[in-house]
Structure formats: C-alpha cells, structure tokens
C-alpha cells in the first residue's frame, strides 16, 4: 500500500527539483503505475527521459517498482506516497524550493485548463459543484495558520484514496487546489 504523504526536507527537495520530474509523479499519483514509455507518450517526452527521471525519483524514494504488474523487460513504476508536502524551513535551500513550488504551480494551471476543456461536457449535476474561486482576506499570521489547518481538516474529512476503502455510489475523482498568498507589503499600500 502506498503510503500517505511525504515531507520534503533539503535533501529530498533535490529529487524533484525538475519540472518534468513534478508532472511525472503528478501522473502516477493521479493516473495509477505507469512504464516510462507510457509515460513518455502522455507528457510528449522520449522514453530515455522519462526513464532517466524515473531513476531520480526512485533514488530519492519518491517512486518505487510495481512488482504486481512488471512482466519481461517491462518496469512498472508507481508513486511511493499520496502526496508531497513543503513547509517554510530556513534549510531548504531557496532556488530549487521556488523551483519545485513553480513546477507545481503549473501543474495546478494545466489542470483548471483540462477542466475548462472539458467542462462543457460534464454532467449537469457535476458543473454545480464545480467553482473557481477567490476572496481577499484581510488576516494575521494567527488566522492564516487557522484557516490552513481548517482547510486540510475539512479536505481530509472527503480524502477517500485508501484501494481497501470503497467508495460511495456515484462518487468521482475530484480535484482540490488550495493556495493561501500572502502578500503583506501590498497590504500596506492599500491602507
């Protein structure tokens, strides 16, 4: 079983300090195992760069061998954890965490550009639930800290992704984004 989230720390940033390497775990996590060629086809990449990748991520234990599935020469690759988390931390080091948040930024753009892609195709039912949305809060450090922890209290409330767990009658793969900016120096400008 895969486990629940990983914690980047200076050395584990290194593995995923490449935006290709970003959208590949993204994939795994998001579409189940896949081989480097499979992979190669979906991101428009050759296979030796996928590959070349893949072995970075497992060598920083971000992806690992499906055994399961691997037949002849065939590797099956799958992602080690659910999801990936970065904290503030004075040791990381600043250019490959700006560089793995941006990879990840993009990530989350091209996946609002798929659902506007598709949006016109979903079932009535689906598009009224479906938002994106922004507010400008006006908070202290203390309220920006409470509204994160309530937010992944209440994601995690909905987070069904455990294969043991069966799913409700009717339930769908749902993508959640959440970002909370801080942009104190603007605050002042508008005082």
Known sequence: MTE????????????????LRVRILGMLREDGPA???????RLGQST??????????ANYGFVV?????????ERWWKAAHKS???ESDDDLPPA???GYLRAVAAQYADRVDRYLDEMASLP?????????????LRLTVEEANELN???????????????????PDGAERVGLQVQILPFPAAGEEER
């Open 48 to 57: 030796g760069a996928t590959s070349y990748h893949l072995r970075i991520l």
């Open 35 to 41: 081989t480097a060629t499979t992979l190669a086809e």
């Open 149 to 167: 922890e309530a937010i992944f209290e209440l994601a995690e409330r909905y987070r069904r992704e455990d294969d043991d767990v069966p799913y």
């Open 4 to 19: 629940r989230e990983v914690k980047l720390d200076a050395t584990t940033l290194r593995g995923l300090a490449h935006p």
């Open 84 to 86: 990936t988390r970065i």
């Open 96 to 98: 490959e965490a700006e």
């Open 65 to 73: 061998d499906d055994p399961e599935r691997n037949v002849g020469r």
């Open 124 to 136: 009535r039912e689906w598009r009224d639930p479906a938002t994106i949305s922004d507010w400008r």
